[in-house]
């Protein structure tokens, strides 16, 4: 549809920065910048609390917690999450890491939240900072404005109205739906890297004892893998993220009895699940790795899956977004405060968002491959290299924690077990291709 320029439509009103979405990036960043003294206006087309998948949070969150502000109220929802267990259908035994064993000791421990409860947190904490936080009201338009004067945001109300922003500077924080990327064609698909997730929340599902009982658990199944997280009020988020060509197999079968025969093909899960019972409907999102081919342009910046999005395994979503956050405000005040120092806080700013994805990708590639799965179930710490796993895994890969070399070791002692074992490695590069294939062709992931 042919909008008239915003340009021609009456302004409703001005501010320094206009952030499309208020998930955990958006909110983030809206407080951050409110703090800092910014006129701030946070549009999210949702009311919240709301629901949005995405449970399990990192240790490397809980510094961004206190530094927001918010870390009692996460605290106060949280599910404590020590660790992370893997269970493989190809080792006869399962393999459990712990936080506190990563290099850096401060950061032993996560929780697993109810992100309705969460998001809810965060946006309010914004709201509190002093940002305008406006729900119900969803970004239509946006036209960035000549000579670098700014952008008009155009955005409508649930009941109809339309308000219409002028902004020095606009975050796009929508995430998947990455509003400026599908405007700007900007968005690429990750063909390395299809997979679609099916996912509910259950009651009575069976929880490990004391401290462990909030780990995670990832059971590897021969079309994929599933989450296991357990939640503070008792419910267990349970996902399955399989490759395409599994998901053309529903045929006629509801989103509900496919997730429950895939459950069924997983005998240490359908073993958790024996007494629990489905609390939510099924839920399904398809084929969704991408990045966008830039983060930031003339007055704006691209935030958490608004700029890129990669597969959950990690649990690395809510920390890459809190923390693109985290650095987008330092560059958004830089900007607005002095215009000659922009382009390299700009700079800095495309570097970092580059960071997160690199690092976990290398793993998700190579995650159902089984020389990486002999090396995640019999991790061994020559020269720190399972500390320095654990650190990526709890997320630490942004600060000054010496992982690269043991990651370099990682990496080389993975890549001399694959050629030891050719054949295998020879087998799963090519099952590997031919479970990506057909990734845009499957519809059975909508229901
Ligand atoms: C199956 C699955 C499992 C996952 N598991 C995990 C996990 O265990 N741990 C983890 O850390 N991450 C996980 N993730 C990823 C995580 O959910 C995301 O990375 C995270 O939510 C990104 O935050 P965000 O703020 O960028 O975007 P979002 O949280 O998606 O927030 C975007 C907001 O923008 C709003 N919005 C969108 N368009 C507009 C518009 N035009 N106008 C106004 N508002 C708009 C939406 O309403 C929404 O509130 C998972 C994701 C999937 C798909």
Redesign the pocket.
Known sequence: MKHPPLTSLGLSSACDVAI???????STAAALLAERGHRVIL????RHP?F???????PANMPLFEKLGVADAVKAIGMEKWGAEFVSPWHDHTQSFEFAEAMDKSMPMAYQVR?AEF?EILIRNASRKNARVVEG????DVEFLPDNAGVLVQ?RHDDGSAETVRARFLLD?????T?LANRFKAKRRNKKHASA?I?AHFAGAERHPGKAAGNITIFWFDHGWF?F?PLADGATSV?A?TWPYYLKTRGERSLEQFFNQTIAQCAPLSERLRHARLISPVEA?GN?SYVCDRSHGNNYLL????YA?ID?VF???????MQSAFVGADTVDTCLRDPRKAAKALRKFDATMRIGPKAFSWFIYRVTNPTMRDMFMGPRNIFRVKEALLSVLAGDIFGTTPIRGPLLLFKALYYGTSLLNFRRTVQAWKMRKHNIQGADTTGAAAD
């Open positions: 499309i979405g208020g998930g955990p990036a958006g549009f999210d087309k949702a709301r949005h998948i995405g449970e399990s949070l990192l992100r998001d009201c969803q970004v239509q955005a924080a929508s995430g998947r739906d509003f997730a996912y989450w997280i996902g993220v999102t969704y935030l958490g899956d608004a999005f959950p649990s690395s979503g809510v920390m890459l977004a």
